[in-house]
């Protein structure tokens, strides 16, 4: 199935992609998450998520997420995961980190209001600041474009595990922030992967042209 496009333009990289380090800014207010998970999968893309877990500062462009809506989705925890309910019924705006496989880590960003579950899974990071940290957590090289690339090895190297589970994305010590360019990219949409449910639905956004974007296999 091709890709979807949803908007046009190009982002300026600096070289060989790697980016500015941005100033801080404050992170995006609860408010943004009371929407359903799809608006916000697309409009995270860009933004930067900021862990200061473990004392050091790591950030990364957020450039690919999906979507994962209510009970009636048949991907979403809603749907099959009973322990999870209480938090995807709660307010949007926090960390759901659950994990995957027995051993891969994996970050989601609470959408919607009290009582409309729905959650948004990042996918991959464009390391921002950091690099350092986030290679030796990794155990590759700081230029590798797998450095925060695929949900597992992103809080790999953000240093994030469950104890973030639940943490408010507004106050930290994961937060997400607005981006700290212009929006001038290629959105691009797909279903989502890794799944065996609802695999026809196109919840999946990432950044058309980014390295840092997971290839699917």
Same mark, same amino acid.
């Given at each position: 199935?091709?890709?979807?496009?949803?908007?046009?333009?190009?982002?300026?990289?600096?070289?060989?992609?790697?980016?500015?380090?941005?100033?801080?800014?404050?992170?995006?207010?609860?408010?943004?998450?009371?929407?359903?998970?799809?608006?916000?999968?697309?409009?995270?893309?860009?933004?930067?998520?900021?862990?200061?877990?473990?004392?050091?500062?790591?950030?990364?462009?957020?450039?690919?997420?999906?979507?994962?809506?209510?009970?009636?989705?048949?991907?979403?925890?809603?749907?099959?995961?009973?322990?999870?309910?209480?938090?995807?019924?709660?307010?949007?705006?926090?960390?759901?980190?659950?994990?995957?496989?027995?051993?891969?880590?994996?970050?989601?960003?609470?959408?919607? @209001?009290? =009582?409309?579950?729905?959650?948004?899974? /990042? !996918?991959?990071?464009?390391?921002? +600041? *950091?690099? %350092?940290?986030?290679? &030796?957590?990794?155990?590759?090289?700081?230029?590798?474009?797998?450095?925060?690339?695929?949900?597992?090895?992103?809080?790999?190297?953000?240093?994030?595990?469950?104890?973030?589970?639940?943490?408010?994305?507004?106050?930290?010590?994961?937060?997400?922030?607005?981006?700290?360019?212009?929006?001038?990219?290629?959105?691009?949409?797909?279903? @989502?992967? =890794?799944?065996?449910?609802?695999?026809? /639905? !196109?919840?999946?956004?990432?950044? +058309? *042209?980014? %390295?840092?974007?997971? &290839?699917?296999?």
């Amino acid at each position: 199935m091709a890709p979807r496009v949803l908007q046009v333009a190009h982002r300026r990289q600096g070289p060989r992609g790697l980016a500015r380090t941005p100033r801080r800014r404050a992170p995006l207010p609860r408010s943004f998450y009371f929407r359903p998970a799809r608006a916000v999968a697309r409009e995270l893309l860009g933004c930067l998520l900021v862990s200061r877990l473990g004392g050091t500062l790591t950030v990364g462009r957020i450039v690919e997420t999906e979507a994962y809506l209510g009970p009636k989705d048949a991907a979403s925890h809603a749907a099959f995961r009973p322990s999870s309910h209480a938090l995807f019924y709660g307010e949007g705006g926090h960390a759901y980190v659950f994990v995957n496989y027995g051993m891969h880590h994996c970050l989601n960003a609470i959408t919607g @209001r009290a =009582g409309a579950p729905g959650c948004v899974l /990042l !996918r991959a990071l464009e390391p921002v +600041a *950091g690099r %350092r940290t986030m290679a &030796r957590r990794r155990g590759v090289p700081a230029d590798s474009p797998r450095l925060a690339t695929g949900p597992g090895n992103l809080t790999r190297a953000l240093g994030i595990t469950t104890r973030a589970n639940g943490a408010d994305l507004a106050r930290g010590p994961v937060t997400i922030e607005p981006p700290d360019a212009p929006r001038d990219f290629r959105i691009t949409s797909g279903p @989502r992967v =890794g799944i065996t449910r609802a695999r026809d /639905l !196109r919840l999946r956004f990432w950044i +058309a *042209g980014n %390295r840092y974007v997971s &290839r699917p296999r």
